[in-house]
């Protein structure tokens, strides 16, 4: 592993984990982890079509905001990629951009969370939350689940607590992995890409939530990596890798067919 470089500044971050491709650069130094606010500092994001499209733009996308902020990729303090869970082919794409320009210019990487990206994009809507947890549409009729918590500053002071780390559910299970629920008492802040197709199971649940639309945003991944790197999670490029949870796409002929009689 790289020894870490004293001042964490010109940081990359890039997701593909879901149907939206988003970068953003951080020109100069980063906010300090525990920061209430991001500074004075311009943060230059790109957001597009991700999926299978993501890896046609995604280096010119790369070359066009280091080109706006005056910089060369050997300039670059550390790259953030979104490790995942999420769609496979994205996950990848993301993870082999970070290796191969981490491998190339000797830069340290540090893989984020997409569930906790998503958590920490939707506190921008809700400054005052500290528990939220955060749904992926995984296919299949399942999700990607996890719930974190969080400290008071917009720059976490520390890394968000996965009180229940990243899991596969059912979307008819999400009260199992609300920590603490109790019936027709406890509300819960959701996050993510999931209400519009799963909601209407949850409109009779005995449960309160407020949702919010969120998908993994860059630009939080950079609020996460201050936190992030001063816990010492940052490695070397040929260490990254995605975090798949689950490791297949579809299911079997057998499977739909049981599925479509129950």
């Known amino acids: 592993m790289s020894e870490p470089r004293p001042v964490l500044q010109h940081a990359l971050a890039i997701d593909s984990s879901t149907e939206q491709l988003s970068l953003a650069l951080a020109p100069g130094p980063l906010p300090l982890a525990g920061a209430t606010h991001w500074g004075d500092g311009a943060v230059l994001s790109i957001t597009d079509s991700g999926g299978a499209k993501a890896s046609l733009n995604l280096l010119g996308h790369v070359q066009a905001l280091l080109h706006q902020a005056g910089l060369q990729a050997q300039d670059l303090g550390c790259i953030a990629y979104g490790r995942g869970p999420g769609a496979f082919t994205g996950l990848r794409t993301a993870c082999a951009v970070a290796q191969g320009l981490g491998f190339a210019h000797n830069i340290p990487v540090v893989g984020v969370g997409s569930l906790m990206c998503i958590a920490q994009t939707a506190r921008h809507q809700r400054p005052d939350a500290r528990r939220i947890t955060a749904l992926l549409d995984a296919r299949m009729d399942e999700l990607y689940s996890a719930t974190f918590v969080f400290d008071g500053a917009l720059i976490p002071t520390q890394v968000p607590v996965d009180i229940e780390p990243p899991a596969l559910v059912s979307p008819d299970d999400i009260a199992d992995v609300l920590p603490d629920w109790q019936p027709d008492t406890?509300?819960?802040?959701l996050a993510?890409?999931?209400?519009?197709?799963?909601?209407?199971?949850?409109?009779?649940?005995?449960?309160q939530a407020q949702h919010i639309h969120a998908l993994p945003h860059a630009k939080a991944m950079l609020e996460l990596l201050p936190a992030l790197w001063a816990a010492g999670?940052?490695?070397?490029?040929?260490?990254?890798t995605p975090l798949y949870v689950r490791d297949r796409v579809a299911l079997t002929t057998a499977e739909r067919a049981a599925k479509a009689q129950a």
């Not at 999670?233 to 990254?240: I, M």
């Open 186 to 189: 406890a509300a819960a802040i």
């Open 192 to 207: 993510g890409n999931t209400e519009a197709l799963y909601g209407g199971r949850w409109a009779h649940a005995p449960w």
């Open 233 to 240: 999670l940052a490695t070397d490029a040929a260490h990254a």
